[in-house]
Every structure is written in C-alpha cells, then in structure tokens.
DNA sequence: ACGCCGATTCTC
DNA sequence: AGAATCGGCGTC
C-alpha cells in the first residue's frame, strides 16, 4: 500500500488522470464525534482556467483560491446557497486542476453518517451526490483548503488501482458548458453511484 | 446596485 | 416542476 508522498505524487497530472487515482481511495474525517469513512465511486475531473465548466475557468477569485495551489488539499464550496461539496486538487500547483467527489461508499461510522443525513437514509444513499457526501462525511466550509496526506483530520488513502474493467465514463452531472468531455468517472455497479442526470439545460 | 445562473437535493 | 438560498459575474 504506497504511503502518502507516493499519493501526492500519483495526483500530480491531469485533472482525468487523476481521478482515475481517487476512484477506490478511502477519505476519512476524524470529528470530535466519531469518524466516518467513505470509498469513492464516483468523481469528475475539472481541468481548471482552460476548462470552461470549472470553477476556475474565468481565474481565481477567493472562493476558489484553494484550486490554484498544491495538490492533495480539498476545495469545499457552497453550492446553490445551502450544499458544501468537496473536490480534491490535483494536479501542479497554479493548475488550478481538482476532481469533484461525487458519491462514495460508507465502509466506516455508519452510524454517524446516519445521523448526519436522516434515520430514513438506506445505507447505499448515504454518501451519493456530492453534497450528500459531504454532510455524511461532516465536511463544510471550515474544511475548505485542509490537507488530505498530512496530520489533520481529514486523511486520504489509496489501496492500489482499481480493475480498469470496472471503471465507466460519462458526460459530467449538471454541466452545460463543454457537456460533450466524458470526464465522470464511476465503478460499475456500485449502488451508491447517483443516478445520471443530464444537465438541465441543453 | 440588480438580476440571473449555477459542479444540488428534496418534495409536490 | 419548484423551492430553498449564497456567491460570482454581467449589466445598468
């Protein structure tokens, strides 16, 4: 199992390489109140300033500030007024490069993430949709720029790659600039995947 | 200063 | 289909 300076170094490249990376990592965040960890199953890549779906196609402003620095920090922002979801930063620092966390599988602090989400939430929903992965996760703001491979409470893990066969692509959810990059990235038949939802427009 | 549009999610 | 609701960006 490589250590963290081997992940930092795997998440150094292209924002669609990257996110080939992260599919079956583990993220654990370690609250006061117990630790929930999630595998991921889902992500989408976001090239940065040249890519004109990513936040930080028309250059940096302090919301996304944390997008042009180093990678393997986690980007946290509002989404619609009232969702915190979370991308990891990838890439060379100034890229700008970072892959939305889109859904993942809760493999610790099933409870917690509970009840975080809802009593009523079926395990495989606990972590699907981006910002349903957050709040089982207990992510917000206050995570927006923390470091994922060193002392903290938010830690990344790889477990080796996952079986290429498994990995399916697709158009990115919600995007209706640039819809036609396939770069939705998820393993095939995890129930946790959220179900594709063509961008409201186009 | 004003208005519209989101990398969303839940409910009607 | 609509609502809840904040930040960024274009426009007046």
Redesign the pocket.
């Known amino acids: 199992m490589p250590g963290s300076a081997d992940l930092g170094r795997l998440l150094a490249v292209p924002a669609e390489e990257a996110a080939l990376v992260l599919l079956g990592c583990t993220l654990s965040h370690r609250a006061p109140d117990g630790t929930v960890t999630v595998r991921l199953t889902e992500v ?1 890549a ?1 090239a940065g300033e040249a890519d004109p ?7 940096r ?4 500030a944390v ?1 042009f620095g180093p990678a393997a920090f986690l ?1 946290v ?7 915190f ?1 979370g ?1 990891v930063v990838v890439g060379t620092e100034g890229s700008a490069a ?1 892959v ?1 966390l ?1 859904a993942g599988d809760v493999v610790e602090g099933e409870d917690l993430a509970r009840a975080r ?2 009593p009523a ?1 079926r395990a495989h ?1 606990l972590g ?6 957050m709040q089982a996760l207990g992510v917000d703001r206050s995570h927006d720029g923390a470091a994922l491979l060193a002392e903290g409470p938010l830690v990344l893990e790889h477990h080796g790659s996952v079986d290429p066969a498994r990995v399916r692509t697709g158009p ?6 640039a819809a036609d990059v396939p770069w939705r990235f998820w393993l095939d038949g995890e129930p946790s995947v ?1 179900a594709y ?1 063509r ?3 186009a």
């Open positions: 989408e976001y779906a990513s936040h930080a196609w028309r250059g402003t302090p919301r996304n997008m980007y922002y509002l989404s619609y007024g009232m969702h979801c991308n970072a939305l889109r989400r809802g939430v929903a699907r949709g981006p910002a349903n992965l990115r959810v919600g995007v209706s600039r959220s939802r961008s409201p427009r």
